[in-house]
C-alpha cells in the first residue's frame, strides 16, 4: 500500500508537505478532530512534546485533521482558531472530503478506524505503526526514539 496525504489545505507550512519528500526522517502523523476529546486531550499534547523533543532533522510531526462527523462546524476557519488557541505549531493537513460517504479521503485510504489515530512511518518511508487511541508516552517515546536510532536503509548501502 502506498501512503500519501491528500489535503485539501495546510496550516502552520508555507508550502505543501507529502510523506516521500520527508524520506530521511521519521514522520509521525497525528489523526485528529478538534471535537475529539481523545484528541485534545491526549494525542495533541503528545504530537506537541515530540515536536519539542526531538529535532526536525530526525522527526517531523504531521496533524491531520480529518473530520468524519459534525462536518459543518469543523471548517478550515475554526481549525485556524482552535490550532491557534492550542499553540499546534506544527504543519496539520486538512483532509480532503470524499465523494462517497462520511469519512475523508486520507482517513479512509489509510484504513483508519477512527480519532485519534497515530500513524508513524520509519526513516525509508515505511509504515512502522498504525493505532486507534491513546498510546502510552513512554511507549511511544521509546518507539519513536528507536526509529530515530537506525539510519535510513540508502545510507546504508553507501557505508
Known sequence: MSYEIHACQWLNTTAPLSLSSLRGRVVVVTAFQMLCPGCVINSLPQAKKLDTLF???DLRIIGL???FEHHDVMGPAALQAFAHEY??????AIDQPSDSGPLPRTMKEWGLD????????DRDGNLA???L???DD???GAFVGQLIARRPAEETRKE
Open 55 to 57: 529535532s526536525r532533522d
Open 65 to 67: 485533521h480529518s473530520v
Open 87 to 92: 499553540r499546534l505549531n506544527f504543519p496539520i
Open 114 to 121: 477512527g480519532t485519534p489515530s497515530t500513524i508513524i512511518f
Open 129 to 131: 505503526l498504525k493505532e
Open 133 to 135: 487511541g491513546h498510546l
Open 138 to 140: 513512554l511507549r511511544l
